[in-house]
């Protein structure tokens, strides 16, 4: 996407105290995913050769998590939070014989965009500071910018007058050549007020080397930071508003706006209709022209066209709803693939299943998955029957076209076309319940 190769550094090794949690601030979740995977997943468009998280508090948690949201990225540790600049010096190793343009970015910022990042990786100039014209500059540092570019960042407590009336202001992201980061990081001093090193003065540096230095601008919003469980609310509030604002222009039909709620990597066809209050965790797909009744909850699932789910339904991870199914009320899917034409009305859960096309799910029907070590799986043929209120103790398999008796207890396969019936014989006790009920409706009166 650029010229030069693309790599990236995301910091992440705060404590964020004043989130007042044990939860590295990072891993607070925004769309459903941690706060990281935002920045990630943005820079992950501009294909980059290398991702490097510098992580320090609660590092292992951290690492994990990264692992699951982006397998190849790395984790290089900041032990001692000594400043921005110290933590990119910990990633550098990790960059060794990489040549091309550093991004830095922040695991608590999760709103800068793709074109914000490709203008910073294809920039001509030496250094890229990102900054944005602030409604409010308050105390942010100032960028003094000149014919030349960026002349310096001028830091809030050490800003007159004049300096402090510029509202265009550092966001703290930055991008350099590989090169220039390993030639001046270790000239940064630590002589302020907190003891740290801050990648602030890399343009500063580079200037007074004779490279060239300058600004990208972006709006303010991109530059959201998150401090406080507030600031989180906040964020989630812009997040959701941009998500449903997205959906609608691609053509989603939302019953009520407002009241559904998207992950980060939630992708909906369009002329698909999605009722109100339901709710995407992250990984699920919905295909153009499936619905999704009210009052649904959808994880890590995938619904073909022509689906239609709810409402009241529950879709965990890999549930895959094939064309045409029908997902009713109260219905909990996992780990299970529907063929087409599957229905599935009411008051049913299906774990670690296979459903053949065109069968038919009674109400009640449980498939017995987990017998308290391991996890079995269920197969059912096409165009079964599955009576109302069978339990199907897995491992187990019913075959095509087969049937199975209302309230049925299945334990052994059933093969093809035939009818399995695994339930007790009836006994009647003519007018026993009479005189049962009498009974204790004397002894309650005792």
């Known amino acids: 996407m650029t010229e030069k190769p693309v790599a990236l550094i995301v910091l992440a090794a705060g404590q964020g105290s004043r989130m007042q949690s044990d939860l590295p601030k990072v891993l607070h979740r925004l769309g459903g ?13 501009l294909e980059p050769e290398a991702v490097i998280v510098v992580a320090g508090h609660g590092a292992e948690a951290v690492g994990k998590a990264v692992a699951k949201l982006d397998p190849e990225a790395r984790i290089a540790l900041q032990e001692e939070q000594l400043g921005t600049a110290h933590a990119v010096r910990q990633a550098l190793p990790l960059l060794d014989g990489f040549e091309g343009r550093v991004i830095v970015l922040y695991g608590d910022t999760p709103f800068i965009g793709e074109e914000t990042l490709a203008n910073l990786a294809s920039h001509a100039a030496d250094v890229v500071v990102l900054g944005f014209e602030a409604a409010d500059p308050g105390r942010y540092g100032r960028l003094v910018t000149g014919p030349e570019g960026l002349e310096r960042i001028v830091e809030y407590k050490d800003a007159d007058a004049v300096i ?22 270790p000239r940064i001093g630590n002589r302020n007020a907190a003891g740290e090193y801050y990648l602030t003065d890399i343009p500063e540096l580079a200037r007074a080397a004779g490279h060239r230095v300058e600004v990208v601008t972006c709006d303010e919003a991109e530059t959201l930071g998150i401090n406080t469980r507030a600031e989180l609310a906040q964020a989630e509030a812009a997040f959701q508003a941009r998500a449903r604002a997205r959906a609608l222009e691609d053509g989603v039909t939302l019953s009520d706006p407002a009241t559904v709620w998207f992950a980060l990597d939630t992708c909906i066809g369009r002329d698909a209709v999605i009722g109100q209050n339901v709710v995407f965790g992250p990984g699920v797909t919905v295909e153009s022209g499936a619905e999704i009744l009210p009052f649904c ?10 689906a239609t789910v709810g409402p009241f339904a529950r879709l965990r991870p890999g549930a895959e709803l094939g064309g045409d199914v029908h997902v009713g009320n109260f219905v909990e899917i996992k780990n299970s693939v529907l063929d087409e034409g599957v229905k599935v009305g009411h008051l049913t859960y299906l774990g670690d299943a296979h459903i053949g096309e065109a069968t038919n799910i009674g109400a009640g029907t449980i498939t017995c998955n987990y017998d308290g070590v391991g996890k079995h799986r269920t197969e059912i043929g096409p165009h079964a029957f599955i009576g109302s209120d069978t339990m199907l103790v897995a491992p187990v398999r019913v075959g095509a076209r087969a049937m199975t008796g209302s309230g049925s207890v299945i334990t052994e396969d059933v093969p093809d076309d035939a009818l399995a019936l695994g339930r ?11 005189r049962l009920m009498q009974a204790l409706r004397q002894k309650k009166g005792n």
């Open 33 to 45: 995913v941690p706060l990281v995977g935002h920045a990630l997943a943005t820079g992950r468009l």
């Open 164 to 185: 402090r009336a510029i509202r265009l202001v550092n966001s703290g992201v930055l991008a350099a050549d590989a090169a220039l980061l390993r030639e001046f990081l």
């Open 297 to 306: 909850h959808l994880e890590g699932c995938h619904v073909s066209a022509g």
């Open 424 to 434: 007790a014989k009836q006994v009647t006790k003519p007018g026993l319940a009479t």
